[in-house]
T-cell receptor, first 117, second 113 residues
């Protein structure tokens, strides 16, 4: 199994509070991703990273920020949590292709369930 | 606009029979397609993929078929087993350097003993 861990695994917070989710990998992969999974929406990309300090937005990035100061850690921050951000958040990593770029084959963490009251 | 569509939310089959999961896409730039499987309370796991230069890829009981002209792919599981009961996600991307994998909404497969 790919070495990828997420913390915390479960969190309940109140509207307006900041929340940070951590993703840690031991595979030394360049690409890291944050997805959220919601009923009726499948998996939607929030942000991704293609290297230390290199990040870009996904399709549902509003209200979220990310940081990657080390290869192994990718942090997702909700500056001021809202009830619409109640979801299950998945971190994923991807190997590089020999020709460059990710393979598309993602290895996912076990998820972080966030409830915003 | 949804670029990857899994129009059936669920499928129920008997153990030993074939399961066929369908997926349609709208973006003609997609050239690499993947299926992921997800059990409750776990992260999705990669199952099988296919490049647009092929129309079929097989791995044990799992076969993915790609019809580029119809922008349609399907996952066949033969024979189906109760352990295959999970949510299956279809995904697509472009191999030309895109970092963004686009997922469908998922389909829940139930295999009854």
């Amino acid at each position: 199994d790919a070495g990828i861990t997420q913390s915390p695994r479960h969190k309940v917070t109140e509207t307006g509070t900041p929340v940070t989710l951590r993703c840690h990998q031991t595979e030394n992969h360049r690409y890291m991703y944050w997805y959220r999974q919601d009923p009726g929406h499948g998996l939607r990309l929030i942000h991704y990273s293609y290297g230390v300090k290199d990040t870009d937005k996904g399709e549902v990035s509003d209200g979220y920020s990310v940081s990657r100061s080390k290869t192994e850690d990718f942090l997702l921050t909700l500056e001021s949590a809202t009830s619409s951000q109640t979801s299950v958040y998945f971190c994923a990593i991807s190997e590089d292709r020999v020709a460059g770029g990710p393979t598309g084959e993602l290895f996912f963490g076990e998820g972080s369930r966030l409830t915003v009251l | 606009d949804q670029q990857v569509k899994q129009n059936s939310p669920s499928l129920s089959v008997q153990e030993g029979r074939i399961s066929i999961l369908n997926c349609d896409y709208t973006n003609s730039m997609f050239d690499y397609f993947l299926w992921y499987k997800k059990y409750p309370a776990e992260g999705p796991t990669f199952l099988i993929s296919i490049s647009s230069i092929k129309d079929k890829n097989e791995d044990g009981r799992f076969t993915v078929f790609l019809n580029k002209s119809a922008k349609h792919l399907s996952l066949h599981i033969v024979p189906s087993q109760p352990g295959d009961s999970a949510v299956y996600f279809c995904a697509a991307t472009t191999q030309g350097g895109s970092e963004k994998l686009v997922f469908g909404k998922g389909m829940k497969l139930t295999v009854n003993p």
